[in-house]
């Protein structure tokens, strides 16, 4: 039975193409096939397209940009995507497209950054002869992209989506997708296995709060129970003294 792990199957690898609109989701779906398979007009709905790269059986998936689009779009991924390619340029990121792609993105449990690599089109815009390399841009943006980074674990790779001919960057964006999937034993992204292990997680976190809330009220009370113990000594010792020293009055006290 195919039960989805790419390196028992060693087959296809699912690639879901996601990201705002207009950002070049559908020319990287071109550039890694080598054909025109998805239309770049824009406005077009969620398509897949089977092919070939560098040695690799492909079935890439190219998102539209809605909510309900992205739920199909992962359905169209057979059983899930091994790998989603988000797509931004490299431009400038303000804080407020972070904060709506993080949503976005988390609309598929915060999980899916474990599988997600980052894709920057317009690799045409950078130009190290003129002093324009991906550090600079890296060094230039503010701290929402090197959160998105950070969240996909600096796994990059900037692409030049109008150099079709250029195969190498399609191999090394290839092997940087397969490092993921190896890291992640080579098993798929499911949208309801995600589910539920966030479930279990919360169900878990929930469960130990609570135990170290109530831990923490028992200790409380031990230490109260200790105070009044050692106050009721010091009283003993004071009332004892008290009584050496000449108050028979306390002694049946004392001596009890
Ligand atoms: N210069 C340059 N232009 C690009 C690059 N990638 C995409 N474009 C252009 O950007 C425009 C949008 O590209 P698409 O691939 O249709 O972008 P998309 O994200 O699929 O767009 P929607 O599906 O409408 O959201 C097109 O005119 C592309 O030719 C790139 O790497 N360099
Ligand atoms: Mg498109």
């Given at each position: 039975?195919?039960?989805?792990?790419?390196?028992?199957?060693?087959?296809?690898?699912?690639?879901?193409?996601?990201?705002?609109?207009?950002v070049g989701?559908?020319s990287l779906?071109n550039l890694l096939?080598g054909?025109?398979?998805?239309?770049t007009?824009?406005?077009?709905?969620?398509?897949?397209?089977?092919?070939?790269?560098?040695?690799?059986?492909?079935?890439?998936?190219?998102?539209?940009?809605?909510?309900?689009?992205?739920?199909?779009?992962?359905?169209?991924?057979?059983?899930?995507?091994?790998?989603?390619?988000?797509v931004l340029p490299l431009q400038?990121?303000?804080?407020?497209?972070?904060?709506?792609?993080?949503?976005?993105?988390?609309?598929?449990?915060?999980?899916?950054?474990?599988?997600?690599?980052?894709v920057f089109t317009l690799g045409d815009k950078l130009d190290p002869?003129?002093?324009r390399t991906f550090?600079?841009y890296?060094?230039?943006?503010?701290?929402?992209?090197?959160?998105?980074?950070?969240?996909?674990?600096?796994?990059?790779h900037v692409v030049n989506n109008k150099t079709a001919q250029d195969r190498v960057q399609v191999t090394r964006l290839?092997?940087?997708?397969?490092?993921?999937?190896?890291?992640?034993?080579?098993?798929?992204?499911?949208?309801?296995?995600?589910?539920?292990?966030?479930?279990?997680?919360?169900?878990?976190?929930?469960?130990?709060?609570?135990?170290?809330?109530?831990?923490?009220?028992?200790?409380?009370?031990?230490?109260?129970?200790?105070?009044?113990?050692?106050?009721?000594?010091?009283?003993?010792?004071?009332?004892?003294?008290?009584?050496?020293?000449?108050?028979?009055?306390?002694?049946?006290?004392?001596?009890?």
């Open positions: 039975m195919d039960d989805g792990n790419l390196q028992v199957r060693g087959s296809e690898l699912r690639l879901l193409v996601l990201g705002p609109s207009r989701k559908s779906g096939l054909r025109q398979a998805f239309d007009r824009g406005g077009w709905g969620t398509e897949a397209a089977r092919g070939e790269a560098s040695g690799r059986c492909l079935l890439l998936v190219d998102s539209y940009g809605k909510k309900l689009e992205l739920l199909g779009a992962l359905i169209l991924c057979d059983l899930g995507p091994h790998a989603l390619l988000l400038h990121f303000s804080r407020r497209e972070s904060a709506a792609l993080q949503a976005r993105m988390e609309l598929l449990t915060p999980r899916v950054w474990s599988h997600t690599v980052l002869g003129q002093g550090q600079q890296l060094e230039g943006t503010g701290e929402q992209l090197h959160w998105v980074l950070g969240a996909c674990r600096y796994r990059c290839l092997e940087k997708v397969e490092d993921q999937v190896t890291e992640n034993g080579g098993w798929h992204f499911s949208l309801v296995m995600s589910c539920r292990m966030e479930e279990e997680w919360t169900c878990r976190e929930r469960e130990a709060k609570e135990r170290w809330e109530r831990e923490g009220q028992e200790k409380h009370q031990e230490a109260s129970l200790m105070d009044n113990m050692a106050a009721y000594g010091h009283s003993l010792l004071i009332l004892r003294q008290a009584a050496a020293k000449g108050f028979p009055t306390l002694m049946p006290v004392c001596q009890g």
